[in-house]
């Protein structure tokens, strides 16, 4: 099991956003995580990477990677996050170089030292996303949907074992929205485990996966329920 919480709580500063949370992730799965705005879904994500803390009784257990997150140390969280690639809303591109800088900063900084295999990965995972093309490009020449694909590009340099996608097409049109959700599920294919929060409802009937629900302080596997639903019911942001 990639992720395994059981029993968790999840604050958000001194409120309870998420009670008594039951969720886990293995490999090649594609989980969505849905509900309205403000339900607990980027904190839930971002627990998982450690930037939000999590609160467990005695009974409980947080696992990520094979790590305790209870007893996971400040100075451990980067390793953590190596083996996991994230990508944002915003994409958080480096503005002031261009896609192949931004990469070779990532990699150096996690600890490639050989140019040509720092060279050799950055080609390998933009062919992945089909932007070989716009390899020396600065991000304000990229459309939308393109740096979200140069995103996810980046999440994937370290061969992650999970990726983490908040939101990824909350800002693309449909078609875009709808060909990124195609490659991370694509990506799944080859064991990674992409967990992706997301508003897009019918996008759930179009790339069916795990879903769960974050709703009125709780998360729910709603994997067989939601798919018989109206997609449009629940005031789900349809």
Request: charged share 30%; with cysteine.
């Amino acid at each position: 099991m990639l992720i395994d919480y059981q029993k968790v709580d999840i604050y958000q500063q001194d409120y309870l956003v998420l009670h008594d949370v039951n969720f886990h992730a293995d490999e090649g799965e594609f989980v969505y995580i849905i509900g309205k705005v403000g339900s607990g879904k980027s904190s839930l994500l971002k627990t998982t990477y450690c930037e939000l803390d999590l609160d467990i009784d005695e009974e409980g257990k947080a696992e990520v990677l094979g790590r305790d997150l209870r007893k996971l140390k400040r100075k451990e969280v980067p390793a953590l996050r190596k083996e996991m690639g994230i990508i944002f809303q915003d994409f958080q591109l480096l503005h002031d170089r261009n896609v192949y800088k931004n990469f070779q900063f990532v990699l150096k900084a996690t600890g490639w030292k050989d140019k040509k295999e720092i060279d050799d990965r950055i080609d390998v995972v933009l062919e992945a996303v089909g932007m070989t093309d716009k390899k020396y490009s600065m991000p304000h020449e990229l459309s939308g949907g393109e740096q979200q694909r140069v995103a996810i590009a980046r999440a994937l340099l370290n061969h992650p074992k999970i990726i983490i996608a908040d939101e990824p097409t909350g800002n693309l049109d449909p078609e875009t929205a709808s060909n990124i959700v195609k490659l991370l599920k694509d990506i799944t294919k080859q064991g990674t485990c992409v967990v992706m929060s997301t508003h897009n409802i019918p996008m759930l009937d179009k790339y069916p996966g795990i879903v769960y629900r974050c709703k009125e302080g709780a998360l729910t596997d709603v994997t067989k329920e939601y798919n018989k639903m109206d997609l449009t019911e629940d005031g789900e942001d349809a």
